[in-house]
């Protein structure tokens, strides 16, 4: 799919499609989507190997948006996303996962993902502090993509989520994985894989520059966060 088909099937389906229960939803206290800074670096930390995530730039959440407190010197950003980072645009039935204050989703991106993708994650947990529901987010952020405010993703990059203290909405303490910012793919193109399935699966935003792809790794992969000193 074009961005400009991806465009107007958001403008012609969007509003009337995906809003109804977000729509009725409310957000809890931002203090319930926050961490103490030291657990947050740890738990950032845990999403990649420390050959990586030990050099990374360490970004945390706080209630105006994502800022940085470790400066790395590889080129990889590590964060913990946050409900806010749920689909932009589908499955629908995930986009309210903005809703959920306890979500953890430690994540560590290549030096390419830090440029074209992380600025897309920092936008959407902004607006879902200042209280958007999906929709709005979804609204803004087609806004930014297309008028250039967010970069444009042109080409594939990848994010490790190893840790073992993930918690994924409803999934837990699901499998590591990769996450593989891939522009335009849809499912049929890695051969219909289901979601259950170990193969790579489109998870996010299916056919938009905005697709997700996740391959899991094998369960010994996974990552204890481990907690460290803010001093």
Avoid at 29 to 36: D, I, K, R
Avoid at 42 to 49: D, G, I, N, T, V
Avoid at 203 to 222: E, F, Q
Wanted: net charge negative; charged share 15%.
């Amino acid at each position: 799919m074009r961005y400009h088909n991806f465009a107007m099937f958001f403008l012609l389906t969007g509003f009337g499609a995906f809003g109804t229960l977000a729509q009725e939803m409310k957000y809890p206290p931002v203090s319930e989507y926050l961490m103490p800074q030291g657990a947050e670096i740890a738990l950032a930390r845990s999403a990649a190997p420390d050959n990586i995530s030990g050099k990374a730039t360490i970004e945390v959440l706080t209630a105006s948006g994502f800022h940085a407190v470790h400066e790395g010197d590889n080129g990889f950003v590590c964060m913990v996303m946050r409900g806010f980072g749920a689909p932009t645009f589908t499955p629908t039935d995930l986009r309210n996962l903005v809703y959920d204050s306890k979500l953890r989703a430690p994540i560590c991106f290549d030096p390419q993902a830090a440029q074209t993708v992380v600025p897309y994650y920092e936008l959407r947990h902004k607006l879902g502090l200042q209280g958007r529901t999906p929709d709005e987010i979804a609204k803004a952020v087609l806004d930014a993509y297309s008028t250039g405010a967010l970069p444009k993703r042109d080409r594939v990059s990848f994010a490790y989520m190893w840790s073992a203290d993930q918690i994924l909405g409803p999934a837990g303490h699901w499998h590591p994985h990769m996450m593989v910012f891939s522009p335009h793919y849809e499912n049929s193109m890695l051969g219909g894989n289901q979601g259950g399935a170990p193969g790579p699966v489109v998870t996010d935003d299916a056919g938009t520059p905005l697709a997700v792809v996740v391959i899991r790794v094998d369960d010994s992969l996974a990552i204890k966060a481990r907690q460290i000193s803010t001093n």
